[in-house]
């Protein structure tokens, strides 16, 4: 193949890789070519193998240790108790490692969620396909935000503009042409080329692919790239930290432990290996991995609800989120648009009809053989973009008769606000492929938020030069100086321009999003010597188009739930102030003590008058992507924890700047969604509050099994060491403390991380994001569990031993399995901080409920199996024990849910005496 791509014309390219320009390629032909050249990506490198996360469980210092010390105990002669110790520590290791395995392959999976995509020409149909099944010979189209998924020889620019940074270095955007280049020419300086990871940042453009995967120029250098490293949430930090803490402090309680008991004239070497092991059970080593688990398993959860994490941190800081500033099109309305009204000089017109079918009347007294009603169309159906599809196939102006005689579903290919103004023009008649048979399009100005509007440059058959004009009516009057009355185009006076913009108001304050639009005549002059000031100057106003864009149905709900979970929601918009008052009003967001403030308001604003007007307005309009910027920053200062939507290339810097950055899945472009550390599957606003409330959710679980690892690790070591400060024998030998390590916080402290969110979660105010993890008393209430746990043990095994008269064995079994059963009677309780288990339903956690159970059923099979009896060093139970057993575990809950109640009632009279 070619080396220099850019010294061929686009028709001699598109020879050489068989392809046709304007249908690209057959979806045959595009997987027989994925078959040869491999699929569009850089080589990775691999994920790290299951063996090497097993032998990473055996790096724990402790492990070691205990491995060590079993070692030696087995030479010693204690052989069946150090082959099980081992067997144990193995098992432990393999659970260990499907925890991490499980949380790491989930992550991966995230990842892919997330994977870039090309939209293409393929058998003459535009689509988006995964950009890793882009082949040689596929026809790309480009837009403004979109990172260019290949390498491309471009054969239509429109205003193109590509930073090519990744590649070349250089910041400034470059200015994109399609004629060859015939001298030699370096990558940057190909001007008729798209390079695979740059970044389109202004019009449009088509190319066809040259290269793919690591034959791009960024494959070359690809092995300079390194991917960026998985990323730690600020939790998972703090807990790394808790848990260098907590091995110290666990150390020195062992330490003591064993100190104590050598003192007392314990045999040392079964004081050394019930230390460690000790040590080895208490320090909560699965913490990590549960963490990162739970997140994962949020982080699924949140994919069924249509939200994709692409940065862990963010999960965490969705809980704490004050404010959701959301676009208004399309996330809190459905973006269908339908023009309801026009006027076209200075007459009234009707639609009717329904979405984007075509099929509708133009109810005007108006006559449409004049000029303006001929003009108004035209321009709506020319200065567009967008495409009309009828159940996927595009459909122009030859197929109008076949298209109105059945009901087929009809939809837009492109921008909605376009697709309305296509629809309408449709329905008087006028179709894009009809009127380009007279006249051919030779520019565009193509539209931004920031210049709200769009111009485009057509030729007619005659030669003459007129330019259609589209965009925010204040924006259009500016650039008119004539409008048409009664079929004649005469000068604006300031009068009719109070007029037009009095018939705007009242459009917009019934919720219509408004459009001007103008046209001139340019003569005959060629394009390239047309500048876009001289194409947008001395407009004649023809009309305005009004159309409604319904809100979402669940956003109405949606606000309100944020309402009362103390989260202030925020409309910024694009469109005109009674536009946006008026749906800021339908869906709850505008009203009482709230403000609406104007992107003109905003720049008279310094940013310390903005910080302080910030917490009143609810309804920022007309403003520009620039502003989405100091809005959040102004936020930011006055302590408020924000979540930002966009969707355009010029929303990326808010975007990253937001604690939450949230892009459109749907209408977003490349750049937003990388910046960004959320994406909406369906552009939709209740998805965020659907992602918060899992935000919130995951965090609890989190804080539900650090309580209940910790509760039941103090309760562990607390039996040891008041045994062996009373003087009694050894409560339980290394081999049940392990056993218990394994039962215990392996499957429920699981089963915890998957528990359903609380009721009420979204009646609670935010959470602050520096809040301790042990905030809200979970530190005492560790503690106190710890202690009950802990206490209950001794006691059964002192009053065993007493009363057995020294049948240590028994006392053993029995204070073993008070341990385990309390343990697992607890972690019901640690379900919710405020309810209890009767509340919330034993059953609405059914894998908590199977945990339980399997650990039960092991733990009896350690107490009764004839062959593990002597391994274990128990003895067979009778039902008065049970009795003793289930009695005392039950204690740590009952009592925990008693001071629970004592608590709720102090609270109660504290409210009853402030009434
Ligand atoms: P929101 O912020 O609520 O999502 P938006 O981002 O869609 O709104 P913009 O797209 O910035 O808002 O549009 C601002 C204004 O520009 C609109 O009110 C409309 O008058 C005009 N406009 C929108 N789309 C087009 C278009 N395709 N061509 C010309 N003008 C347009």
Same mark, same amino acid.
């Given at each position: 193949m070619p080396e220099q791509w850019y010294s061929l014309t686009g028709e001699e390219v598109a020879a050489v890789l068989k392809t046709n320009p304007h249908r690209g390629l057959d979806e045959r032909e595009a997987r027989d070519r994925i078959s040869r050249f491999g699929p569009n990506e850089l080589t990775r490198q691999p994920p790290v193998p299951l063996w090497r996360i097993f032998m990473e469980q055996f790096k724990d210092f402790m492990v070691l240790i205990l491995l060590g010390a079993t070692v030696i105990s087995g030479f010693l002669g204690e052989f069946l108790d150090a082959a099980t110790i081992i067997i144990i520590v193995i098992i432990n290791a393999i659970l260990g490692c499907i925890q991490e395995y499980r949380a790491e392959r989930s992550m991966e999976a995230l990842k892919q969620l997330t994977a870039p995509e090309a939209r293409v020409v393929r058998e003459g149909n535009e689509k988006k396909i995964p950009a890793a099944t882009l082949v040689p010979g596929d026809v790309v189209l480009l837009e403004a935000g979109d990172r260019v998924p290949a390498d491309l020889?471009?054969?239509?620019?429109?205003? +193109?503009?590509i930073e090519e940074s990744a590649l070349t270095g250089e910041s400034l955007p470059v200015k994109k042409r399609v004629e060859p280049i015939l001298e030699k020419v370096t990558p940057g300086d190909a001007r008729n080329m798209a390079y695979q990871g740059t970044v389109v940042t202004r019009g449009r453009g088509r190319g066809i692919v040259v290269a793919t995967g690591m034959a791009t120029e960024m494959g070359r250098i690809a092995g300079l790239i390194q991917e960026a490293g998985g990323e730690e949430t600020p939790l998972q930090r703090r807990l790394a930290q808790l848990g260098r803490w907590l091995v110290a402090f666990c150390l020195l309680i062992c330490a003591l432990v064993v100190a104590v008991g050598i003192y007392r004239g314990e045999p040392a070497g079964q004081m050394f290996l019930a230390g460690v092991s000790l040590a080895v059970a208490a320090i909560p080593e699965g913490l990590p991995a549960i963490v990162t688990m739970a997140l994962a398993i949020g982080v699924q959860r949140m994919i069924r609800r249509r939200a994709i994490i692409r940065k862990l941190p963010a999960v965490e800081t969705l809980g704490c989120a004050t404010v959701i500033c959301s676009d208004k099109t399309g996330t809190l309305t459905q973006n269908e648009m339908t023009v309801r009204r026009a006027i076209i000089g200075q007459f009234p017109v009707e639609f009717t009809g329904e979405g984007y079918d075509p099929k509708g009347e133009v109810v005007t007294t108006l006559s449409p053989r004049s000029e303006e009603f001929q003009l108004f169309f035209k321009i709506a159906a020319l200065c567009n973009n967008a495409l009309l599809t009828r159940s996927g196939v595009t459909i122009g102006g030859m197929f109008r008769n076949l298209a109105r005689r059945e009901s087929p579903v009809w939809s837009i290919n492109g921008d909605p606000t376009e697709g309305? &103004?296509?629809?309408?023009?449709?329905?008087?008649? /006028?179709?894009?492929?009809?009127?380009e048979r007279y006249e051919q399009r030779v520019m565009e100005i193509p539209f931004d938020s920031e210049r709200k509007r769009m111009s485009v440059v057509y030729r007619h058959n005659d030669g003459t030069l007129a330019a259609y004009v589209k965009g925010? !009516?204040?924006?259009? &009057?500016?650039?008119c100086t004539h409008h048409y009355h009664h079929g004649r185009i005469i000068p604006l006076t300031p009068h009719q321009r109070k007029e037009i913009l009095r018939q705007n108001a009242s459009m917009a304050s019934g919720a219509l999003r408004v459009l001007a639009l103008a046209w001139r005549r340019l003569g005959p002059k060629s !394009?390239?010597? =047309?500048?876009?000031?001289?194409?947008?100057?001395?407009?004649?106003?023809?009309? $305005?188009?009004g159309m409604i864009d319904p809100p979402r149905p669940a956003a109405l709900s949606a606000v309100q739930r944020c309402r009362r979970a103390g989260i202030k929601v925020v409309m910024i918009t694009g469109d005109h102030l009674l536009t946006a008052a008026a749906v800021a009003r339908e869906m709850g967001i505008l009203g009482g003590q709230r403000r609406i403030i104007t992107g003109q308001e905003l720049d008279q604003l310094d940013d310390d008058q903005l910080r302080k007007v910030a917490g009143e307005v609810t309804v920022y309009a007309r403003v520009s992507p620039r502003h989405k910027l100091r809005i959040v920053r102004a936020l930011k200062e006055a302590g408020h924890i924000v979540a930002m939507t966009g969707d355009g290339i010029n929303d990326a810097p808010a975007i990253k700047e937001a604690d939450i950055g949230i892009a459109m899945g749907i209408t977003g472009t490349d750049v937003t969604k990388e910046a960004s550390s959320m994406v909406l599957a369906d552009d939709n606003f209740t998805t965020i509050v659907a992602a918060i409330e899992e935000g919130r959710g995951i965090y609890d679980n989190i804080r539900k099994f650090i309580r209940y690892l910790l509760s039941c690790n103090v309760g562990e070591v607390l039996?040891? /060491?008041?045994?062996? +400060?009373?003087?009694?024998?050894l409560p339980l030998l290394p081999i049940q403390i392990l056993w218990m390590n394994l039962v215990t916080d392996g499957l429920p402290a699981l089963a915890l991380g998957v528990d359903p969110p609380d009721a009420d979660i979204m009646y609670r105010l935010p959470r602050h994001p520096r809040e301790s993890i042990f905030a809200h008393g979970l530190a005492w209430r560790i503690l106190g569990s710890g202690l009950t746990i802990g206490?209950? @043990?001794?006691?059964?095994f002192a009053g065993v031993h007493i009363f057995s008269q020294g049948c240590l064995e028994l006392a053993r079994t029995m204070a073993f399995n008070t341990l385990v059963f309390s343990q697992l009677f607890?972690?019901?309780?640690?379900? *919710?901080?405020?309810?209890?288990?009767?509340?919330?339903? =034993? /059953? *609405?956690? !059914?894998? =908590? =409920?199977?945990?339980? +159970?399997? *650990?039960?059923?092991?733990?009896?099979?350690? @107490? %009764?199996?004839? %062959?593990?009896?002597?391994?274990?060093?128990?003895?067979?139970?009778? +039902?008065?024990?049970?009795? &003793?057993?289930?009695?005392? *575990? &039950?204690?740590? !809950?009952?009592?925990?849910?008693? %001071?629970?109640?004592?608590? $709720?009632?102090?609270?109660?009279?504290?409210? %009853?005496?402030?009434?």
């Open positions: 020889r471009l054969i239509q620019a429109v205003n +193109l503009e309305a &103004l296509l629809v309408m023009a449709a329905k008087a008649g /006028f179709w894009r492929e009809e009127l925010a !009516p204040d924006v259009i &009057l500016e650039l !394009p390239e010597e =047309l500048t876009e000031v001289e194409v947008e100057q001395n407009l004649v106003f023809v009309g $305005l188009a039996v040891m /060491f008041f045994a062996v +400060l009373a003087g009694l024998p206490m209950c @043990t001794l006691l059964v607890f972690v019901f309780t640690c379900r *919710s901080e405020k309810h209890t288990i009767w509340e919330i339903g =034993l /059953f *609405s956690n !059914p894998h =908590l =409920l199977m945990a339980v +159970l399997c *650990s039960i059923s092991l733990q009896l099979a350690v @107490t %009764y199996v004839p %062959y593990l009896q002597p391994v274990f060093h128990t003895v067979p139970l009778n +039902l008065t024990h049970w009795l &003793l057993i289930i009695l005392i *575990s &039950l204690a740590p !809950p009952l009592l925990n849910t008693f %001071y629970r109640h004592l608590q $709720l009632r102090a609270r109660e009279k504290v409210m %009853y005496i402030k009434v």
